[in-house]
């Protein structure tokens, strides 16, 4: 019975010790973790930084587009409306012209029967 014990506590004595051993190579890993971590939260500063810079201009940049869009669409309105305009008037001239054929294609008929005796 006493071997018996003595080998549960040697069992129990190397479980131990491996869990020390364990536990220390674990501390250790996180430690380098922890160091790797310090440069990273660094590295993500620093670019974050960029980050922010970059979106500052983008957002002045824009507003620029934004200003030169509304500028762009009031003129496509003005060009909109010189347009129906003009198409308007280009029906009514020729509608004009189309009354305007007939009359010149007689003038030049009347025309083409006259003869420089004639005058």
Same mark, same amino acid.
């Given at each position: 019975?006493?071997?018996?014990?003595?080998?549960?506590?040697?069992?129990?004595?190397d479980?131990?010790?491996?869990?020390?051993?364990?536990?220390?190579?674990?501390?250790?890993?996180?430690?380098?973790?922890?160091?790797?971590?310090?440069?990273?939260? /660094?590295?993500? $500063?620093?670019?974050?930084?960029?980050?922010?810079?970059? %979106?500052?201009?983008?957002? @002045? #940049? +824009?507003a620029?587009?934004?200003?030169e869009?509304?500028?762009?669409?009031?003129?496509?309105?003005?060009?909109?409306?010189?347009?129906?305009? /003009?198409?308007? $008037?280009?029906?009514?001239?020729?509608?004009?012209?189309? %009354?305007?054929?007939?009359? @010149? #294609? +007689?003038?030049?008929?009347?025309?083409?029967?006259?003869?420089?005796?004639?005058?």
């Open positions: 019975m006493l071997g018996k014990q003595r080998a549960d506590l040697n069992i129990a004595r479980n131990y010790e491996t869990g020390v051993i364990k536990l220390k190579k674990t501390g250790e890993d996180v430690a380098i973790l922890e160091e790797e971590l310090k440069i990273f939260a /660094v590295e993500v $500063e620093a670019k974050k930084e960029v980050a922010d810079a970059q %979106a500052e201009v983008i957002g @002045v #940049e +824009k620029k587009v934004e200003i869009n509304d500028k762009a669409n009031i003129e496509a309105e003005k060009c909109a409306s010189i347009k129906k305009s /003009v198409d308007i $008037e280009l029906a009514v001239v020729q509608k004009e012209l189309d %009354a305007a054929l007939p009359l @010149v #294609e +007689k003038a030049e008929a009347a025309l083409q029967g006259l003869n420089v005796k004639d005058f």
